[in-house]
């Protein structure tokens, strides 16, 4: 896989780090070797009666990885019939607040509760200073526990570690290889941006039997096309354009103009549509696609239906649009 370049990571996935825990009162479903549930499937940032911001995770045994944390994500978990406490990893794609949302909630839930192990955030650069502020957020109800209890005043960061990872970090857990790059939901045109500093990451998660990648939110990108060569599984984002626009001035009917333009423009360039989601998985020759972060959101067969036909237009293996809390 030809990479800009390669950072090795290897991941606190000891013994120590990633022992099971002790039961909790949430049971934990039986898994196979590895399951993928898309937790939540709407593209933000509204939200929806139905679908929950974009979340996802990765079963491994009794270990779970956290795969974006949209609004929604710790509730959904225990939907799914996992505990915050099963956690091992969170990995962020990108620092917009529907992929984030969730993350305070989680962070601060499992320091309520005492989790017993830590748990890891690998995010793009930015989210140590984002953490920090998730800290900050929490330091009142950490106070007033101390102050009114007499509980011993422990750090917020007392169950949370940061790692920032960018384009080209290869992660090496237990069994389980992450391999990281940048793809092009940045950026407006003639814009000049530090891609150093601002980057929006899709992963490939590759294991003992089988290869997933995840999109996260992109726009055509060769170089997420690389990442996902004859991966067996591509999570991918997909977006109906003009219903888009045409929603995005609905919601926003006293948008200046101008701005209403340079979002439109973000849309349509750095977003898939379901005929670019099924050339790219052509390009890749990734055996199945997955649709999440799916914008409309409709839950009705027919219409959804006619989405998966506009992917087949380009791309002839098996294409599902997900459901929250469906499994893979």
């Known amino acids: 896989m030809k990479l800009l370049r390669i950072r090795i990571i290897v991941a606190m996935a000891c013994a120590t780090c990633f022992a099971a825990i002790s039961p909790s009162s949430i049971a934990q479903k039986s898994s196979p070797a590895n399951e993928f549930i898309t937790l939540g499937t709407i593209a933000g940032p509204y939200p929806h009666p139905e679908r929950s911001q974009p979340a996802n995770v990765l079963v491994r045994g009794d270990d779970t990885y956290l795969i974006d944390a949209g609004d929604g994500a710790a509730g959904r978990l225990v939907t799914a019939g996992y505990s915050m406490h099963s956690l091992r990893a969170i990995f962020i794609s990108h620092l917009h607040f529907d992929h984030i949302g969730g993350l305070p909630a989680l962070v601060g839930l499992r320091y309520q509760t005492t989790a017993p192990e830590p748990v890891t955030i690998y995010g793009p650069p930015g989210t140590r200073q984002l953490v920090d502020a998730i800290f900050a957020f929490m330091q009142p109800f950490i106070d007033t526990g101390s102050a009114t209890s007499g509980r011993t005043r422990d750090p917020a960061e007392r169950d949370t570690e940061v790692v920032e990872i960018r384009d080209g970090d290869v992660l090496q857990f237990d069994g389980m290889t992450v391999t990281v790059v940048d793809n092009t939901h940045f950026g407006f045109p003639g814009i000049d941006y530090d891609r150093d500093r601002f980057q929006s990451l899709s992963f490939r998660f590759d294991l003992p039997d089988r290869s997933i990648v995840y999109t996260g939110d992109t726009g055509p990108s060769e170089a997420v096309e690389e990442l996902a060569r004859d991966a067996d599984i591509l999570v991918s984002e997909m977006m109906d354009m003009d219903w888009a626009v045409a929603n995005l001035r609905h919601e926003n009917p006293t948008m200046p103009q101008p701005v209403f333009e340079r979002v439109a423009s973000h849309l349509r360039?750095?977003?898939?549509?379901?005929?670019?989601?099924?050339?790219?998985?052509?390009?890749?020759?990734?055996?199945?696609?997955?649709?999440?972060?799916?914008?409309?959101?409709?839950?009705?067969?027919?219409?959804?239906?006619?989405?998966?036909?506009?992917?087949?237009?380009?791309?002839?293996?098996?294409?599902?649009?997900?459901?929250?809390?469906?499994?893979?």
């Open 269 to 328: 360039a750095h977003h898939l549509t379901p005929v670019q989601v099924g050339e790219m998985a052509t390009r890749a020759n990734v055996g199945r696609v997955v649709i999440t972060h799916f914008s409309p959101g409709y839950t009705d067969p027919e219409l959804v239906d006619g989405y998966v036909q506009q992917v087949r237009t380009a791309y002839d293996g098996d294409v599902v649009i997900a459901n929250d809390l469906d499994r893979f």
